[in-house]
């Protein structure tokens, strides 16, 4: 919370500009996805060097030069997100647990960036989210999906990641990314402003011709510990 409150005094002054701007590219299609991604990443630059947060990013060029992927990050907290929106050069979108989509300036960030509503207490819903996701992903847009479900409550270990956030990946059979986050815990679940760094990896894809034989359980599995394994380098 105390990091929060520091980007907020140190950015009060352009805050209200950056939410007017964020409402209007969000509710109008005369902007490109580009536009509108141009103007968060440009954001999260600002917002994360303001809470004394230095994102040492790598693996950049591991990331498909042409064509829609999907992502799959370790999830240890709030952060994650704007970790990810400052390191990624191109465009993304994400698949966002519904009950999101009435918090304050989330929603708006949801708008912004046509992120997917999945209602995972409803399967017909969840079924509809996955079948959209595999269509844009194979027009080539890019994805995000948290497949822990909720973040970890132990800072750098995972959770389980769960079988079913890979069936957008299955059905558009596209590459699958895996990022490991390390440190994002401590930007806002611990009560410290001091200087910190969070590592993010982007790792070599797994492309449909390597997965394409695997129950969905095995490809979660295996992404999962290809994360731990990149987390444990890191961490020693």
């Not at 399967?123 to 973040?151: D, P």
Request: a positive charge; proline letters at 3%; charged letters at 30%.
């Amino acid at each position: 919370m105390k990091r929060i409150l520091l980007m907020v005094a140190r950015l009060f002054y352009i805050a209200p500009i950056w939410f007017y701007y964020v409402c209007k590219y969000g509710k109008s299609d005369q902007y490109t996805e580009e536009q509108r991604y141009e103007l968060l990443h440009g954001m999260m630059r600002r917002i994360n060097r303001a809470g004394r947060v230095i994102i040492d990013a790598h693996g950049m060029e591991n990331l498909p030069k042409e064509g829609g992927y999907i992502m799959f990050p370790n999830h240890q907290g709030l952060f994650d997100t704007l970790a990810l929106f400052e390191s990624h050069e191109k465009p993304f979108s994400a698949v966002v647990k519904k009950e999101m989509e009435h918090v304050f300036l989330v929603k708006q960030i949801i708008r912004l960036i046509k992120a997917q509503l999945m209602d995972r207490e409803d399967v017909r819903q969840s079924l509809q989210v996955i079948k959209q996701v595999a269509e844009e992903v194979k027009e080539g847009r890019r994805y995000v999906i948290f497949a822990e479900g909720t973040r970890s409550p132990n800072g750098n270990e995972m959770q389980d990641f769960k079988a079913g956030t890979f069936k957008s990946a299955i059905m558009a059979r596209c590459p699958i990314v895996p990022v490991a986050l390390i440190d994002a815990f401590k930007a806002f679940d611990t009560n410290s402003i001091q200087r910190i760094t969070v590592k993010l990896f982007y790792m070599k894809p797994l492309v449909y011709e390597e997965y394409k034989d695997m129950k969905s359980t095995e490809i979660a599995a295996e992404v999962k510990r290809r994360i731990e394994v990149k987390i444990r380098e890191n961490l020693k």
